[in-house]
């Protein structure tokens, strides 16, 4: 086999083992704090220790994961200051993508977002948070698309996994999920009309309400465990909004 091929194979499975260990940190099944079992993950996904820590080192670069010497990889903690950090930039990315979608959307790509909305929309109707989320993050990843920026794209995708994650630290109340659900409607509605002005503006309070949401959620844990607000959550990784 050509030794190019060779790399190519290597290379998706280092890719598609970062995706794995992404989506266990996302999701809160390595919560924050926890060492990373390296030989655990090894013997459950059949791989070797080479594209485990190559997929540690790209999570690393996204801050999911902290990397010690000698002693292995750490999940991040999730900190206020990293919030504060990571939500305006995401916020200016996001609204960044509706301006450019409204300019260079298809049909077929409206027609995608317009089923993935009416499939969160269902979602939230049931109370079935998990598929809500599931739906809610096509739509921004069809927005995204849409824009055919490459450039952005991987700028946003970047940071994009550090805010699916904080929102596991943040209580749901019936009224953020309907303001949210809310806000959807009118993200819809601006995508339909190709007006990039206001898409840009509602994307962007949709992540300084989803901040705003998860701070007060992140103070809690922390005054309830007897520490410091604006500093680090362990173990309090709960359902979202």
Same mark, same amino acid.
């Given at each position: 086999?050509?030794?190019?091929?060779?790399? +190519? #194979?290597?290379?998706? +499975?280092?890719?598609?083992?970062?995706?794995?260990?992404?989506?266990?940190?996302?999701?809160?099944?390595?919560?924050?704090?926890?060492?990373?079992?390296?030989? *655990?993950?090894?013997?459950?996904?059949?791989?070797?220790?080479?594209?485990?820590?190559?997929?540690?080192?790209? +999570?690393?670069?996204?801050?999911?994961?902290?990397?010690?010497?000698?002693?292995?990889? =750490?999940?991040?903690?999730?900190?206020?200051?990293?919030?504060?950090?990571?939500?305006?930039?995401?916020?200016? +990315?996001?609204?960044?993508?509706g301006e450019l979608a409204?300019?260079?959307?298809?049909?077929?790509?409206?027609?995608?977002? !317009?089923?993935?909305h009416e499939a969160m929309?269902?979602?939230? !109707?049931?109370?079935?948070?998990?598929?809500?989320?599931?739906?809610?993050?096509?739509?921004?990843?069809?927005?995204?698309?849409?824009?055919?920026?490459?450039?952005? &794209?991987?700028?946003?995708?970047?940071?994009?996994a550090r805010v699916q =994650?904080?929102?596991?630290? &943040?209580?749901?109340?019936?009224?953020?999920?309907?303001? &949210?659900?809310?806000?959807?409607?009118?993200?819809? &509605?601006?995508?339909?009309?190709?007006?990039?002005?206001?898409?840009?503006?509602?994307?962007?309070?949709?992540?300084?309400?989803?901040?705003?949401?998860?701070?007060?959620?992140?103070?809690?844990?922390?005054?309830?465990?007897?520490?410091?607000?604006?500093?680090?959550?362990? *173990?309090?990784? #709960?359902?979202?909004?």
């Amino acid at each position: 086999m050509p030794e190019p091929f060779k790399a +190519l #194979q290597r290379k998706t +499975l280092h890719e598609e083992l970062t995706q794995v260990l992404r989506d266990l940190i996302v999701h809160g099944d390595l919560g924050p704090g926890v060492k990373v079992p390296e030989k *655990d993950l090894c013997e459950a996904y059949g791989v070797s220790r080479t594209p485990l820590r190559e997929a540690l080192k790209v +999570l690393a670069s996204e801050g999911l994961v902290v990397l010690e010497p000698n002693r292995g990889a =750490r999940v991040s903690r999730i900190t206020q200051q990293d919030l504060d950090e990571v939500f305006p930039v995401m916020g200016a +990315l996001e609204a960044l993508a509706g301006e450019l979608a409204c300019r260079n959307i298809t049909p077929a790509e409206l027609e995608e977002i !317009r089923r993935h909305h009416e499939a969160m929309l269902a979602h939230y !109707r049931a109370g079935d948070l998990s598929g809500y989320y599931a739906a809610n993050q096509s739509i921004h990843e069809g927005i995204l698309g849409a824009a055919k920026n490459p450039t952005l &794209a991987a700028h946003y995708r970047s940071l994009s996994a550090r805010v699916q =994650r904080a929102r596991y630290v &943040a209580n749901t109340t019936p009224d953020r999920w309907a303001q &949210a659900v809310e806000e959807h409607e009118r993200i819809m &509605a601006h995508l339909t009309a190709r007006d990039g002005i206001k898409l840009a503006a509602i994307l962007r309070r949709h992540l300084e309400n989803k901040l705003r949401a998860v701070s007060q959620s992140l103070a809690g844990a922390e005054q309830a465990e007897g520490r410091p607000t604006r500093r680090t959550t362990e *173990d309090c990784i #709960q359902s979202g909004g």
